[in-house]
Protein backbone atom coordinates (compact mmCIF):
# COMPACT_ATOMS: atom_id res chain seq x y z
CA UNK A 1 0.00 0.00 0.00
CA UNK A 2 0.94 3.15 -1.14
CA UNK A 3 1.87 6.40 1.51
CA UNK A 4 1.19 8.86 -1.32
CA UNK A 5 -2.16 10.81 -1.32
CA UNK A 6 -1.81 12.59 -4.70
CA UNK A 7 -1.07 11.30 -7.73
CA UNK A 8 2.91 10.61 -8.04
CA UNK A 9 4.38 11.31 -12.07
CA UNK A 10 7.75 11.44 -11.12
CA UNK A 11 10.27 10.44 -14.05
CA UNK A 12 14.00 10.02 -13.30
CA UNK A 13 15.72 13.08 -12.97
CA UNK A 14 13.07 15.50 -12.21
CA UNK A 15 14.36 18.84 -11.61
CA UNK A 16 12.22 20.85 -9.46
CA UNK A 17 10.53 23.44 -10.23
CA UNK A 18 12.17 27.12 -11.92
CA UNK A 19 12.49 29.42 -9.69
CA UNK A 20 13.30 27.99 -6.95
CA UNK A 21 16.13 26.91 -4.56
CA UNK A 22 16.25 23.39 -5.08
CA UNK A 23 16.47 24.26 -9.06
CA UNK A 24 19.26 26.18 -8.68
CA UNK A 25 21.16 24.14 -6.70
CA UNK A 26 20.01 20.92 -9.49
CA UNK A 27 18.04 19.04 -7.05
CA UNK A 28 16.72 16.18 -8.80
CA UNK A 29 13.68 13.56 -8.07
CA UNK A 30 15.45 10.30 -8.95
CA UNK A 31 12.59 7.53 -7.66
CA UNK A 32 9.68 7.02 -5.50
CA UNK A 33 8.79 4.08 -3.64
CA UNK A 34 5.96 3.39 -1.84
CA UNK A 35 7.20 4.59 1.41
CA UNK A 36 9.79 6.75 0.17
CA UNK A 37 11.34 9.62 -2.01
CA UNK A 38 15.03 9.88 -3.34
CA UNK A 39 16.51 12.42 -5.25
CA UNK A 40 20.42 13.65 -5.63
CA UNK A 41 22.01 17.23 -5.86
CA UNK A 42 25.46 17.99 -6.87
CA UNK A 43 28.72 19.06 -4.82
CA UNK A 44 29.87 21.57 -6.64
CA UNK A 45 30.84 25.38 -6.47
CA UNK A 46 26.95 26.73 -5.48
CA UNK A 47 27.15 23.47 -2.90
CA UNK A 48 30.63 23.41 -1.36
CA UNK A 49 31.66 25.66 1.63
CA UNK A 50 35.40 27.65 1.24
CA UNK A 51 36.98 24.55 2.04
CA UNK A 52 35.98 22.72 -0.85
CA UNK A 53 33.36 20.51 1.41
CA UNK A 54 29.66 20.35 0.60
CA UNK A 55 28.23 22.87 2.51
CA UNK A 56 25.61 22.13 5.96
CA UNK A 57 23.28 24.61 4.75
CA UNK A 58 23.46 22.74 1.17
CA UNK A 59 22.79 19.55 2.90
CA UNK A 60 20.08 21.35 4.78
CA UNK A 61 18.59 22.33 1.32
CA UNK A 62 18.76 18.62 0.32
CA UNK A 63 16.60 17.40 3.16
CA UNK A 64 14.02 20.19 3.60
CA UNK A 65 13.20 20.14 -0.41
CA UNK A 66 12.99 16.32 -0.37
CA UNK A 67 11.30 15.78 3.25
CA UNK A 68 9.13 18.86 1.59
CA UNK A 69 8.30 17.21 -1.36
CA UNK A 70 7.31 13.43 0.32
CA UNK A 71 4.97 15.77 2.71
CA UNK A 72 3.70 17.33 -0.10
CA UNK A 73 2.75 13.75 -1.75
CA UNK A 74 1.73 12.20 1.52
CA UNK A 75 -0.96 14.77 2.28
CA UNK A 76 -4.68 14.66 1.09
CA UNK A 77 -5.10 17.94 -0.56
CA UNK A 78 -8.93 18.20 0.89
CA UNK A 79 -7.08 18.10 4.22
CA UNK A 80 -4.86 21.03 3.68
CA UNK A 81 -1.12 21.32 2.84
CA UNK A 82 2.30 20.77 4.73
CA UNK A 83 4.79 23.67 5.71
CA UNK A 84 8.03 23.29 7.83
CA UNK A 85 8.28 23.56 11.09
CA UNK A 86 11.27 22.41 12.38
CA UNK A 87 14.41 21.11 10.51
CA UNK A 88 16.91 19.40 12.90
CA UNK A 89 20.36 18.19 10.86
CA UNK A 90 23.89 16.47 11.87
CA UNK A 91 26.79 16.63 9.57
CA UNK A 92 28.74 13.05 9.99
CA UNK A 93 31.38 12.82 7.05
CA UNK A 94 32.69 15.87 4.15
CA UNK A 95 32.23 15.24 0.74
CA UNK A 96 34.08 17.21 -1.68
CA UNK A 97 32.74 16.64 -4.83
CA UNK A 98 29.96 13.87 -6.84
CA UNK A 99 26.52 13.50 -5.92
CA UNK A 100 24.64 13.47 -2.71
CA UNK A 101 21.97 11.73 -2.49
CA UNK A 102 18.44 12.13 -0.23
CA UNK A 103 16.42 9.48 0.91
CA UNK A 104 13.33 10.62 2.75
CA UNK A 105 11.43 8.17 4.76
CA UNK A 106 8.46 8.90 7.00
CA UNK A 107 8.37 8.81 11.10
CA UNK A 108 5.47 10.15 11.64
CA UNK A 109 2.12 10.78 9.21
CA UNK A 110 -0.64 12.07 10.51
CA UNK A 111 -3.35 14.83 9.79
CA UNK A 112 -2.15 17.92 11.38
CA UNK A 113 1.53 16.90 11.25
CA UNK A 114 4.20 14.82 9.75
CA UNK A 115 8.21 13.51 10.94
CA UNK A 116 10.55 12.86 7.96
CA UNK A 117 13.75 11.42 8.79
CA UNK A 118 16.24 12.59 5.82
CA UNK A 119 19.36 10.42 5.46
CA UNK A 120 21.98 11.77 2.70
CA UNK A 121 24.97 9.29 1.36
CA UNK A 122 27.95 9.25 -0.76
CA UNK A 123 28.39 7.40 -3.81
CA UNK A 124 29.43 4.34 -1.84
CA UNK A 125 26.27 4.76 0.42
CA UNK A 126 28.04 6.26 3.40
CA UNK A 127 25.98 8.64 5.69
CA UNK A 128 27.09 12.19 5.23
CA UNK A 129 24.16 13.87 7.22
CA UNK A 130 21.01 12.37 8.80
CA UNK A 131 18.20 15.26 9.14
CA UNK A 132 14.68 15.50 10.94
CA UNK A 133 11.93 17.42 9.10
CA UNK A 134 8.58 18.45 10.92
CA UNK A 135 5.84 19.87 9.31
CA UNK A 136 2.55 21.10 10.18
CA UNK A 137 -0.73 20.59 7.82
CA UNK A 138 -2.53 23.78 7.49
CA UNK A 139 -6.17 24.37 5.60
CA UNK A 140 -4.75 25.65 2.08
CA UNK A 141 -6.29 29.00 2.17
CA UNK A 142 -3.67 29.45 4.79
CA UNK A 143 -1.02 28.45 2.77
CA UNK A 144 -1.13 30.77 -0.01
CA UNK A 145 2.67 32.83 -0.82
CA UNK A 146 2.77 36.15 1.47
CA UNK A 147 3.04 39.35 -0.48
Same mark, same amino acid.
Given at each position: ??????P??????????P???????? !? $??T?? /??DF???????DP =?T? *?????????A????????????A??????A????????????? !? $????? /???T?T??????? =??? *????????????????I?????????????????
Amino acid at each position: MSLWKRPVTIGEGLPTPPNTMGHHLD !I $RVTEV /GPDFLRGTMPVDP =RTV *QPYGRLHGGASCVLAEELGSIAAFLATDPAIGVPVGLDLNANH !I $RPLGS /GLVTGTARPVHVG =RTS *QVWEIRLTDADDRLVCISRLTVAVIPADRAKPAG
